[in-house]
Nanobody, 120 residues
């Protein structure tokens, strides 16, 4: 059974880069036809898909965040990482990593989530 675990700082200052890593166990991030995503939920709002990296390394980003977002992977560690640049307090959210069979929908496995606050 695949397990996902987010890690990273809980507090980031405005204008800095938010960096979170998802460690995957029980399955390889290079297994065919699986996609690995970052999703967030801001206070009082719904879930927002941010971006995905696929089994082949292809990436897909939300148009609204594309200019500030980068997702990359370390296959030797079975991890993938989110970087979000130029953060503002509006980027305060619980950030989740998840797995799916399609790039941005139908997430079948989730990490527990990690709360990130953007504040000076």
């Amino acid at each position: 059974q695949v397990e996902l675990q987010e890690s990273g700082p809980g507090l980031v200052k405005p204008s800095q880069t938010l960096s979170l890593t998802c460690s995957v166990s029980g399955g390889s991030i290079t297994t065919n036809y699986y996609y690995w995503s970052w999703i967030r939920q801001s206070p009082g709002k719904g879930l927002e898909w941010m971006g995905t990296i696929g089994y082949s390394g292809s990436t897909y980003y939300s148009p609204s965040l594309k200019s500030r977002t980068s997702i990359f992977r370390d296959t030797s560690k079975n991890q993938f990482t989110l970087e979000l640049n130029s953060v503002t307090p509006e980027d305060t959210a619980v950030y989740y990593c998840a797995r799916s069979r399609n790039p941005s929908v139908d997430f079948g496995a989730w990490g527990q989530g990690t709360k990130v606050t953007v504040s000076s």
